[in-house]
């Protein structure tokens, strides 16, 4: 079965479409044409968090009602997460990285609900937050250690005739991380929600053009619930593997191992 378009028909089979960065309906060919899916739901994203952690502390009190027990199982997690890998120099850091953790989580569950955007599955925005990262990685060590925070590219112990070749592995291995960092996000969203299409598209039916489709439609039905609720486990998976990255990162910036 095809659907219509403004690029003419479109495949039901056509799996990256899904994906494409577009004026928001109705906005095509007016002044604020701008506003695309993507920039609406990172906006979007921001506004469920802000909105979500004041009703939440609405109503503060000593003795926490749900709504605050809530926010504070939230802020819990963040410091333990922080005094586990950065300890307590790096208490600062909390609301940073508790700010990574729900803007990556609260983005990724609501690219699963209908007709919504992913927007993780453009490594320019899992790039851009690797990079800013990485860039804080650096600003943080050179500004608690000086320059002697590059020795972190000489491990201690390394036979002479070996640092040149350890040296320029670690360089590499260091500058490479951005890249990792923003990869993995990136793929497994992407990877989890073409998945998703597939499966979901076979489970439709795909246009009942024979009693085997509609069979194979009706058995895929099941699987379709299953992967939905494993890729709601991946969105979280993953925000707390990009987030615990940034930890590991930013913890070699303020104790580096030499």
Do not use: C
């Not at 990685?137 to 020795?151: A, N, P, Q, T």
Request: hydrophobic share 60%; proline share 4%; aromatic share 14%.
């Amino acid at each position: 079965m095809a659907e219509k378009s403004g690029d003419g028909e479109k495949s039901a089979f056509d799996l990256m479409h899904q994906f494409d960065i577009t004026p928001l309906a109705g906005l095509e060919n007016t002044p604020l044409a701008f506003v695309t899916n993507s920039a609406f739901f990172m906006v979007l994203t921001v506004a469920v968090i802000a909105v979500l952690m004041v009703v939440l502390t609405l109503s503060a009190k000593v003795v926490p009602g749900r709504g605050q027990t809530i926010s504070e199982i939230i802020f819990d997690f963040g410091f333990g997460m922080v005094d586990d890998i950065l300890g307590k120099k790096g208490r600062s850091f909390v609301t940073f990285l508790l700010s990574v953790f729900l803007f990556v989580f609260v983005a990724n569950i609501l690219g699963m609900m209908p007709y919504s955007f992913t927007v993780f599955s453009h490594i320019s925005l899992t790039a851009f937050m690797a990079v800013v990262i990485f860039m804080m990685v650096i600003y943080v060590g050179v500004s608690r250690h000086g320059l002697k925070w590059f020795g972190i590219f000489a491990p201690a112990g390394v036979p002479g005739w070996l640092l040149p070749l350890i040296v320029v592995i670690e360089i590499i291995s260091f500058f490479m991380r951005p890249l990792t960092h923003s990869l993995r996000l990136f793929a497994n969203l992407t990877a989890g929600h073409i998945v998703l299409k597939v499966i979901g598209t076979f489970a439709a039916g795909a246009g009942a053009t024979s009693l085997l489709t509609i069979l194979g439609g009706l058995f895929l039905t099941p699987v379709l619930f299953a992967l939905s609720a494993l890729e709601y486990l991946v969105a979280y998976l993953q925000a707390y593997i990009f987030t615990l990255l940034a930890a590991v990162y930013l913890a070699e910036a303020i104790e580096p191992h030499h």
